[in-house]
């Protein structure tokens, strides 16, 4: 690897206690160019602008994949990936479904174990707080015909975080839109699935609604993700969340959610769910919760879903009482080391 360390760093200015998530970068970042068939040297060097073309085919094309993660400090400082693997698999699958180039194991952990290690002081400590990271592959070669392109950049960089929906949401139950397609890219982390996910998520916080929750494009009968997050209902005491698929994103949050349902025991029922069957389970005053779960967000609780310009409202449950904030709390402690790690998911940096 070769390391150019920066002569500026901007950490000293850093404030742990007031900052915007997305929008400040720790100190350094991760480049590495593929041309002429192969990746080149992972680069760390200071975080800053890179001069590319407009014609560059990643923003022409959207040949563009990224990937969520965290780091978390624990109370005595020490500090851990969570599952870092499960991002490098998936990108990989994102890479490979838009046609662009795989990277190696090694480009990719050690780019990242690297990055987070010199900027380890930017990583806030406490409760919620973590840092985001965002490992992404892009299409930059310059040229306008419609075609895979030939050179590509793969990019680590990152901004701490707090999570960032902590107020129960509204959330529009999609009639209309949807998010991913059979035979699409729905399964891929794709630059672009976001960019047509903004436009229907737009419409409904003109309706008052804070998200919308996917519905399948040839039904929308069922239940796919919501905002950006794999979702999850709970009716009595069954938890449900529909299966994978080629429309709906393997998140690393739900698949960890799901395990620790069944450690606890918690009936977890992996398949598809009808709007109709929550509609009904809200009306008979059998539907509990509802709620999406990502890296970024961690868990995103509902308070309303709106249908068919009704808005179902659920109850809001203490840490007691749901489901949802139970696991979430599981999660946590084990991302955090503040519980043991029996899946063995932390990885110390
Ligand atoms: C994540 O949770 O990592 C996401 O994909 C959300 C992100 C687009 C902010």
Sequence with gaps: MIIHKSTNPRISSFDPENFSFGNTFIDHMIICEFEDGKWGDVQLVPYGQLPFSPAMMGVNYGQACFEGMKAYKDKDGKVFLFRPEKNFARINKSASRLAMPEVTEEMFLEGLKALVDIDRNWIPQGEGMSLYIRPLIFATEEALKARIANKYMFAIVATPAKSYYTEPVSVKISDFYSRAANGGVGSAKAAGNYAASFYPTKLAMEEGYDQIIWTDDSTHEFFEESGT?????????????????????????????????NKRGI?????????????????????????????????????????????????ILTLEDSFALTLQKDLVDIQTNNAEDPFGWRVLV
Excluded: C
Aim: hydrophobic letters at 45%; proline letters at 5%.
């Design 229 to 261: 997050m794999n979702v999850f209902v709970r009716i009595n005491d069954k938890i449900y969340t529909p299966p994978t698929s080629e429309k709906i994103l393997d998140g690393i949050t739900r698949d960890s959610f799901i395990a620790l349902a």
């Design 267 to 315: 009936e977890m029922k992996i398949e598809p769910i009808s709007v109709k069957a929550v509609v009904e389970a809200q009306k008979n005053g059998t539907l509990k919760e509802v709620w999406g779960v990502g890296t970024a967000v961690v868990t995103s609780v509902f308070q309303a879903l709106g249908y068919k310009g009704e808005k179902l409202m659920l109850p």
